[in-house]
Every structure is written in structure tokens, then in C-alpha cells.
């Protein structure tokens, strides 16, 4: 019943405030890195009313008087050359291009004792499947009232554990690349809200234990993962500082500690890009 009342939840929410399009006037840049899991922060050269990547929906923003396409790329994109595709204002289309540099991410190599959360039993499959849709129908989430924050404070106090990028072995085994930051703290150390925005699912989940997704609007919107509490609701908004909940070691962990990642365009990116320090 719990899946079906945030499915059905974050369906509506998604027909709601995500059928349209709109630019958005932002008070801070991103860092532009134009690697894999990097973003891309192109001018336009053109007035645009929409843009796409890869079959999703691209942030328009204003900074400074000048119109910018900002644009997360995707960790599996190689080096060489990406399209998107802007609608200008005057109805046609233009294809733009840009030019991804490579980048290598180092290995990390992690003992998992419970073998369920590195080989999941046919029970585990179904849940993690259901689990799935929900968090994906938070993440294609769209918000055009919400201004987005590129620089954050980190979400909590501690020591940076694992780096974005790191491809994962868990007990000898590949698995998918780090898609978020780890930062390492006691169990029940405050974490806080990097940013503003709208509390768009909560939950327990199979591999990301107690977990928040907080939506910042146009596309940018963070995770986190592993907490002991989850102090806030699906649905409420949440300002810059906010406690939202505490550090745990729920999931699959090796102890306490916060995951934190950060989605633009559907695409996860590196989050110190977004940290001001």
C-alpha cells in the first residue's frame, strides 16, 4: 500500500508541474566541467522557449542579462562530441554541439557482509523494481516556480569518504559507477537542507535505505541516502538549512554515513561541483 499511495502521489505531481516549459532567472552559476558526470553551461546563441538532451528536458537560465543552456552529462558519455536541440522563441529548432573531455575515475573495492544487498533474492528484485519507479517519478520531476541553487553548503558535517565517479566493486564484483558524494559521520549527525525546495519522496529502500529526495526546480534535484531519521514530509518545502534528517548506516552501507547525490536533467552529476567551498 505504501508504493501505491506514492506512485499514484508522484504521478499526479508529475502531470501537474511538469507539462510546460519555462526559463528561469538564477542568482549563481554552476561550475561548467564538461567531462562525464560533469555539466555543461553553453550561451545560447539564439533565444530559446525549451531544450532537450538525450531525451530530456533541459534547464533554461538566465544569469546577468544573457540566456545559458545548463546541461548535466551523463557518467556513461564518452569523450567526443554531444547534441541538444533548443526551441526558439519563434517556433524552430536549432541543434547545438559540445565537446565532452575524458575523464578517468579511479576503482573502489568495498566488503559487503549482508550478500543479499550484493546478489538480491527474487523478493529483493521486486521490491527494488517497485522502489524504482518511485524514485525515477520523483526524479523526472519539473518544477518551473522553484529558482535553482548552484551553490550549496554540504549537507552535513564530515569526511568526504567517497568521491563521485568511483567505479564500485562490491565483494569482487562491478557494479555501477558512485553516482553521488559520501560524506562520513557519526550515526545521528544533523544533515541539512544545501538548498531550498519541495520534499518529493521519502522512503525505505532496498540498497538506499532511509531515504530523501528534495526537487529544487527545472530539473535540479538531490538525494539522500542512508539516514537513521527522516525528519520531514512528502510534499512540505524546506528552506536552505533546514534539518531534514539524521546520519545512519541503513541499506547497503559499510557504516554511518550520507550519500548525497544530485540530479540535472535526469542525469546524475558530480555534487562538489555545486559545493562553494
Keep these: 500500500m505504501k508504493y501505491v499511495k506514492h506512485a499514484i502521489y508522484l ?10 516549459y519555462a526559463n528561469v532567472d538564477i542568482s549563481s552559476m554552476p561550475n561548467s566541467s564538461m ?16 531544450g532537450s538532451y538525450r531525451d530530456e528536458r533541459i534547464m533554461l537560465a538566465d544569469f546577468e542579462g544573457k540566456q545559458f543552456a545548463v546541461i548535466g552529462i551523463p557518467l556513461n558519455v564518452g569523450a567526443g562530441t554531444e547534441n541538444f536541440t ?7 529548432e536549432q541543434k547545438l554541439a ?21 546478489n538480491p533474492n527474487t523478493e529483493d528484485m521486486q521490491r527494488i523494481s517497485r522502489e524504482r519507479i518511485e524514485m525515477d517519478l520523483a526524479f523526472s520531476t519539473w518544477t518551473e516556480h522553484l529558482e535553482p541553487v548552484f551553490l550549496m553548503k554540504p549537507p552535513v558535517e564530515g569526511v568526504r569518504s567517497s568521491s563521485f565517479g568511483l567505479r564500485r566493486f562490491f565483494n569482487g564484483q562491478a557494479r555501477n559507477p558512485h553516482s553521488g558524494m559520501d560524506i562520513a559521520a557519526d550515526e545521528g549527525t544533523p544533515i541539512y537542507a544545501p538548498a ?13 535505505g532511509n531515504t530523501i529526495i528534495l526537487d529544487h526546480g527545472h530539473g535540479l534535484i538531490s538525494l ?3 539516514m537513521n531519521t527522516i525528519d ?10 533546514e534539518q531534514i534528517g539524521r546520519v545512519g548506516q541503513t ?7 550520507l550519500h548525497w547525490s544530485i540530479n540535472l536533467n535526469n542525469t546524475r552529476v558530480d555534487p562538489a561541483l555545486f559545493l562553494d567551498d
Design 35 to 50: 567531462v562525464p558526470g560533469g555539466i555543461a553551461v553553453i550561451p545560447t546563441p539564439a533565444r530559446a522557449v525549451s
Design 224 to 226: 539522500y541516502c542512508h
Design 11 to 20: 504521478v499526479l505531481l508529475h502531470l501537474t508541474i511538469s507539462s510546460g
Design 251 to 257: 541499506g547497503r552501507v559499510t557504516g554511518p554515513h
Design 196 to 208: 531550498s525546495g519541495i520534499i518529493r519522496a521519502t522512503g525505505n529502500y532496498f540498497f538506499n
Design 98 to 118: 559540445f565537446q565532452v573531455q575524458e575523464k578517468s575515475y579511479t576503482e573502489q573495492h568495498l566488503t559487503i557482509t549482508n550478500n543479499r544487498q550484493v
Design 86 to 92: 533548443l526551441t526558439l522563441a519563434d517556433g524552430g
Design 232 to 241: 520531514v514530509e512528502i510534499g512540505s518545502t524546506v528552506k536552505t538549512g
